[in-house]
Structures are given as structure tokens and as C-alpha cells.
């Protein structure tokens, strides 16, 4: 029975962080952002790569350059849209609406990296929560695509800590690897409880 067959496939997920982005403001906010020239043509350079993938479908967060990112490379691709605010960045809590400080986010960041998954930023996501909604995100669009690939568009901060966390590999530590850079992505292959990165940007894991 096909459908019986198909349910026992792993499905292949290309998580990807999205392109460039330019924001109307300086501080921590909720604001989606604007791809930039370069964002959009890094969007396109990823359709391109993803050509002979035989993508299914395409998901992202909902946030605007996330969505943006998205909908030029399913254009492209031919495939539709399906947007989850459960793919969302890390929330920053009490931050929203202070100065950008980069300093600000890894002085809770670095404790998860340390082991301390309990770190919380005030009013935000632990990296347990991070965790677990980047876990229950990611499965439920591989309960929908058994035995096919799919993309999804996310944020450099939550797919970077969590996708080394969750996925299994060979080779060195992905957690100690240099992030995503836009427009890039790694490679998930979710086959039940299994779940394993096969590829870091441009690099194979195994």
C-alpha cells in the first residue's frame, strides 16, 4: 500500500536561514524586516541550488523577511507557502524595544551553548523552550512530508542552536561550527525517532 510505505520514508528537511534583511529600526523589536538587493538575490541563488531537489513545498516563520525569503524561492520552484509563527526567532522578552546589543543576546545564548539550557532571557524563551518549539515545528512538517524534501525559512539564532541539538552527526560539533550565513541551510533527515544533520551549509556531516 502506498500509503502505508510512504509513512515509514524519512522526510528531508532544508532548514535555511533567510536572506538579507534591512530594518526600519535600531532597537529590539518585533519587526519583520525588508529583504535587501543582496537578501533577494541570495533567495534566488538558493531556488537555484534547490532546483533538482524535487522540493515539495516550502515553509517559513511568518516574519516578513522570512516570508519574503520564502516566496521567492517557492516562485521559483513552483511549489506554495506555508508560514508558522512556531518558526519564529529566539524571544528576546524584556529586550523588545532596548538598543540592539549583540552582547545582550549572548550573554544568555552563550550559557545555552555552555550546557545551561535553563538560561532564560528575562520575560523570553529558555533554551529548553527554544528547543522544544523548534522540535515540535520541525516534526509536525515532517509528519506531512514522509519520503518527500522540503524547505523551510528560518532565523539564524534559533535554527543554528537548536537544529546541532536535535539532529545526531558525525564530525566535529556543529554547535561549535560557524553559523548559517543567509541564504544557506542545513540538512535534517527525519526518519522516525531518528533524526539526523547531513549537511551544514556547504559541508557534508557524514
Known sequence: MPGVSSL???????????????????CFSDEGGTLTRDGRAQ????????????IAHVWCSDLARAVQTAEIVAHRLGVGVTTRKTLREVDVGDLVGEPFSVDAVSSVTDRWSGGDLDAAFAGGESG???????????????????GETVLVVAHEKA???????????????????????????????????DWAVTRWGSSATS
Open 8 to 26: 515509514m520514508c524519512p522526510a528531508t528537511l532544508l532548514v535555511a536561514r533567510h536572506g538579507e534583511a534591512e530594518y526600519v529600526e535600531d
Open 43 to 54: 533567495a534566488e541563488l538558493l531556488a537555484e541550488q534547490l532546483r533538482g531537489r524535487r
Open 128 to 146: 529548553a523552550e527554544v528547543l522544544a518549539r523548534y522540535a515540535g515545528a520541525l516534526g509536525e512538517i515532517a509528519d506531512v512530508h514522509r
Open 159 to 193: 535554527c543554528c542552536f537548536a537544529l546541532p541539538r536535535l539532529g545526531r552527526h558525525d564530525g566535529p560539533d556543529l554547535a561549535d561550527q560557524q553559523a548559517l550565513a543567509n541564504g544557506e541551510y542545513a540538512e535534517l533527515v527525519v526518519d522516525g525517532d
